[in-house]
């Protein structure tokens, strides 16, 4: 008999799996029998943890969003100015990325299809809810005279979000570089830029 803890070992681990097949091969092209055969099971043994792929990606997601969600409350408020807080918020990006990248990729690649689906109207629930956190600090920071007045707030927030997104498509883990040294550089790039002042 299996036991509590084994079982959701078993589910996080099938989780894992179906969240790599989805962000690599697409949602609507992954099988519940591809995904049972990655995970050396029959199709039929899958269902008795999930009713099905659908709900196997919403528990992907969900998990990533509530983490993602508390990680930019928490670089909030943490508090400081607000160059620290834009950089506590890439920060918290790439630090949940550590864990989720595979359901920050399908969120990427998947949340025009998904948007189809009336369990998924959370996604875009969430995505304005992040876009608020990432605006209220982009227009205090012009407010107070520390970000530049003719950037538009929210189009600052998307370039950035996207930028970070598509990191999904060339981080490695176990690479060179580690999530936290990334977070860094793309720091220096968004809030210094390229060019070394005075140097033109």
């Not at 299809?113 to 992040?130: D, K, M, T, V, W």
């Amino acid at each position: 008999m299996t036991s509590p803890e084994g079982g959701s070992g078993r589910r996080a681990q099938l989780l894992s799996i179906a969240a790599e097949l989805f962000a690599r091969r697409g949602f609507a092209a992954t099988t519940v029998r591809e995904i049972a055969e990655s995970a050396g099971i029959l199709s039929g043994s899958l269902y008795h943890h999930f009713e099905s792929k659908e709900a196997m990606v919403d528990e992907v997601l969900r998990a990533y969003l509530d983490e993602q969600l508390a990680a930019f409350r928490g670089a909030v408020e943490a508090g400081g100015d607000p160059r620290s807080k834009l950089e506590g918020l890439i920060r918290a990006s790439f630090t949940v990325l550590r864990k989720h990248r595979w359901a920050m990729a399908i969120l990427h690649n998947e949340t025009g299809y998904l948007a189809g689906f009336e369990r998924f109207a959370y996604l875009e629930q969430a995505s304005r809810e992040f876009e608020r956190i990432w605006v209220r600090v982009l227009r205090e920071g012009r407010s107070r005279g520390v970000f530049r007045t003719e950037l538009n707030p929210r189009l600052t927030h998307r370039f950035i979000r996207d930028s970070i997104a598509s990191t999904v498509r060339w981080y490695n883990p176990r690479g060179r570089m580690s999530a936290q040294t990334i977070a860094e550089q793309y720091i220096r790039i968004f809030c210094d830029g390229v060019v070394i002042p005075g140097s033109t």
